[in-house]
């Protein structure tokens, strides 16, 4: 359990942590202390000390955990510094931005995440980006996993207030308010800076909003909706409505600006090939399986005993990843691993434009 201890200060930022990198570690904290100087200026919100904790894990690295002015996050001793990069940038915007104000359900205002976690899905790219913290290609790749995973979605249309009541069950449910709510975020900034010119942009309505609850006012859906109104009228309002009921988020062409275009390529479903509820039941037999499918065609079959637990939110984001079960089967044990994918559809993913970096 105790093991090295790493430790890093700079200015106000600290770090900590436990076990090694698959890297040198201060690189990585060096990294996040920039990025955090760049957020306090953005967000003109700077913490007195702000520090991030760090522990090995090896069934769940890669995963973090708000608290005041810091966070806690797990790694592997092979996981990429990329993928903790862009772990650090996400969690780092919910010291900034967490969660609306007077949001109905306690229960992690699972409702409401659409906003905490969208803007943080789209500020942990543009940011760092912006702040020339990663390249284009980091840039492109992070959007592009988004918007794979959200135009495959099979559940892509369930309507926001049905997203708790699913969010434990399915992880075609629980990534929505991260998928939708980040391509809705740069639709509504693109929008922003068209009707107003170039003028404003959504940065100014997070600002905006951030100051409200620094001066002791609500930051919830109401200011939100205003600010909406007052950038783009009613169109406004009934597109945010619509996105909350479900309606599929077109994000324009150029709307991460005149370097990056829109495509649209052919890409798989995620498909486990059988009821992704089996999963989350008591004694995780298998149940529903699809004749045709990828998980068919290995070898699985109905009454199986799924052994191993496994997490789904980036499997379902990488159409190349392949899945492995052990299962029980008339008392032996079997390994299975199959591509957990089913059809193919159209899904917007956006590449490199050629363009003059004059062009504004
Ligand atoms: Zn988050």
């Known amino acids: 359990m105790a093991g090295t201890i790493g430790a890093y200060a700079?200015?106000?930022f600290f770090g900590a942590w436990q076990g090694h990198f698959a890297f040198d570690g201060t690189e990585l904290m060096d990294w996040a202390s920039r990025l955090q100087s760049f957020y306090g200026d953005f967000f003109d919100q700077r913490p007195a000390s702000f520090g991030v904790f760090a522990r090995t894990n090896r069934l769940n690295p890669g995963s973090g955990i708000g608290l005041t002015d810091s966070f806690a996050f797990t790694f592997g001793d092979k996981t990429p510094i990329g993928d903790l990069e862009s772990l650090l940038a996400h969690e780092m915007v919910h010291a900034f931005i967490n969660s609306l104000d007077n949001s109905m359900d306690a229960?992690?205002?699972?409702?409401?995440?659409?906003?905490?976690?969208?803007?943080?899905?789209?500020?942990q790219r543009t940011l760092p980006y912006r702040a020339g913290l990663i390249s284009r290609q980091a840039f492109l790749d992070d959007l592009n996993e988004t918007a794979a995973r959200y135009y495959t979605n099979a559940l892509i249309g369930t309507p926001n207030d049905r997203i708790a009541e699913g969010f434990w069950k399915?992880?075609?449910?629980?990534?929505l308010p991260y998928d939708r709510g980040s391509l809705y975020f740069a639709t509504v900034d693109s929008e922003i800076r068209r009707a107003s010119g170039g003028q404003r942009s959504l940065d100014d309505l997070v600002r905006r909003m951030l100051a409200e609850r620094r001066a002791?006012?609500?930051m919830n859906l109401a200011l939100w909706r205003d600010l909406l109104r007052s950038e783009l009228g009613e169109?406004?309002?009934?597109?945010?409505?619509?996105?909350l009921a479900g309606k599929t988020v077109s994000v324009p062409s150029n709307a991460f600006g005149p370097c990056f275009e829109r495509v649209t390529k052919q890409l798989r479903r995620f498909d486990l090939g059988f009821d992704p509820l089996v999963l989350v039941s008591a004694d995780r037999r298998v149940a529903g399986l699809k004749p045709g499918s990828t998980a068919a065609a290995a070898g699985l079959q109905n009454g199986d005993r799924i052994l191993n637990r496994f997490p789904q939110d980036a499997l379902q984001g990488n159409q190349s990843a392949t899945l492995t079960l052990e299962i029980e089967r008339s008392g032996q044990q079997i390994a299975l691993t199959y591509l957990p994918r089913g059809e193919e559809v159209p899904a917007f993913q956006w590449q490199d434009k050629s363009c003059q970096s004059n062009v504004k």
């Open 10 to 12: 700079k200015d106000n």
């Open 216 to 218: 002791g006012h609500p």
């Open 235 to 243: 169109k406004g309002l009934t597109e945010f409505d619509g996105m």
């Open 107 to 123: 229960a992690g205002g699972l409702s409401m995440s659409w906003f905490g976690e969208g803007l943080a899905v789209y500020y």
């Open 170 to 175: 399915d992880t075609r449910v629980r990534v």
